[in-house]
């Protein structure tokens, strides 16, 4: 089946970092624009951060400039998003998506666009 599959996720202190990766499931990466999207329960999705398919092109939401940062090995098909300075409103379940290019960051963005949604993994941020 094509999709994504995300890993990383777990529970981590407020200031602490994580690394999440987003690997292609049943194709590969070449030329595909690939946004970390994040949900918390009660909340509208996110836009994070997105890596374009002319790498290294890389945008982040402003909530996370500075603090995030998004890669991609397109030879493992794998995309990733470096989290440091963890905040515990950035509890959510991450997941990753695909798209012809990266489209604006934030909430409200045009979901339907994206191709290739896995289930997430899940990020914690608890003392």
């Known amino acids: 089946q094509v999709q994504f599959v995300e890993s990383g996720g777990a529970l981590v202190q407020p200031g602490g970092s994580l690394r999440l990766s987003c690997a292609a499931s049943?194709?590969?990466?070449?030329?595909?624009?690939i946004t970390w999207f994040r949900q918390a329960p009660g909340k509208e999705r996110e836009g994070v951060s997105c890596?374009?398919?002319?790498?290294?092109?890389?945008y982040y939401a402003d909530s996370v400039k500075g603090r995030f940062a998004i890669s991609r090995d397109n030879g493992r098909a794998t995309v990733y998003l470096q989290m440091n300075s963890l905040k515990p409103d950035e509890t959510a379940n991450y997941s990753c998506?695909?798209?012809?290019?990266?489209?604006?960051?934030?909430?409200?963005?045009?979901?339907?666009?994206?191709?290739?949604w896995g289930k997430g993994t899940l990020v914690t941020v608890s003392s």
């Open positions: 049943g194709f590969t990466l070449d030329g595909l624009s």
């Open positions: 998506a695909a798209s012809d290019v990266c489209m604006g960051l934030g909430f409200r963005m045009a979901f339907h666009v994206f191709d290739y």
């Open positions: 890596v374009s398919g002319r790498s290294p092109e890389t």
